[in-house]
C-alpha cells in the first residue's frame, strides 16, 4: 500500500481525496462456522482501509489537507444471520473512522463515513433475500459524491433504508433476533 500510494504521489502529486471502498461478503452459517473466511471479510473490509489510511495519513496531516472516505454500510448498525461478519466488519470501519475523525478534524483532515444500503454490484447479485431501495452504482457515487463534496461526516442512505435500520437499530434483541431468522442473506 505504500509504495502504491507512493507511486501515486509521484504521478499524480499528493492525494487530496482516499476513498475507501473495498468490500467483500460471504455467508458463514453458524453450522460450518469458518473463522478463516471471517478473517478474510475483515482483511479485506477492515484492515485493507487501515492499511490505506495508514500510507495516505502522515502526508494529509504534513500538509493539513485531504479527505477520507469510508464506504461502510448500513448494515454495520445490527447483525445479521449469515452476514455477521460483513456486519462486524463494517461496523469496526465505523467505529475506526469516527475515532480517526475527531483526532484530526482540527488538523485540516476531513473523514466521511459512508453507509449505503442495497447497491446494484457483483456481491449483491449473491444476495437471494429481499433488496429493497436497491440503488444502481452510477446513482450510488452520484449521491456519495454529492456528501463528500458537502463535508458531510456522515450519510446513510437511501433515506427510507437508513430510517429502517435506525429502527432495527433500536429493536430488542428478541423482537430482531426471531425478525432475521426469517430473512435470507448471501449465500
Known amino acids: 500500500m505504500h509504495a502504491t500510494v507512493a507511486e501515486a504521489a509521484r504521478e499524480l502529486g499528493p492525494i487530496d481525496l482516499l476513498i475507501l471502498n473495498a468490500g467483500i461478503g460471504h455467508a458463514i452459517p453458524a453450522d460450518s462456522f469458518d473463522a478463516a473466511l471471517f478473517e478474510e ?18 502526508s494529509m496531516l504534513t500538509r493539513h489537507a485531504g479527505h477520507i472516505v469510508g464506504v461502510s454500510s448500513l448494515a454495520s448498525y445490527r ?36 453507509c449505503p444500503g442495497f447497491v446494484r454490484t457483483p456481491m449483491i447479485a449473491k444476495n437471494t433475500g429481499a433488496t429493497p431501495f436497491l ?21 446513510n442512505f437511501p433515506w427510507p433504508m437508513a430510517a429502517l435500520m435506525k429502527l432495527v437499530k433500536i429493536l430488542p434483541n428478541g423482537v430482531l433476533d426471531r425478525a432475521a431468522r426469517s430473512a435470507q442473506s448471501f449465500e
Open 135 to 155: 440503488l444502481d452504482a452510477d446513482e450510488a457515487a452520484r449521491r456519495i459524491l454529492s456528501a463528500v463534496r458537502a463535508g458531510r461526516r456522515v450519510y
Open 41 to 58: 471479510i475483515v482483511r479485506t473490509n477492515l484492515l485493507g482501509a487501515v492499511y490505506a489510511v495508514e500510507a495516505a495519513l502522515p
Open 79 to 114: 447483525g445479521f444471520p449469515l452476514t455477521h461478519a460483513y456486519c462486524a466488519s463494517k461496523s469496526a470501519l465505523n467505529v475506526f473512522l469516527e475515532g480517526l475523525r475527531a483526532e484530526v478534524v482540527d488538523r485540516g483532515v476531513r473523514i466521511t463515513t459512508v
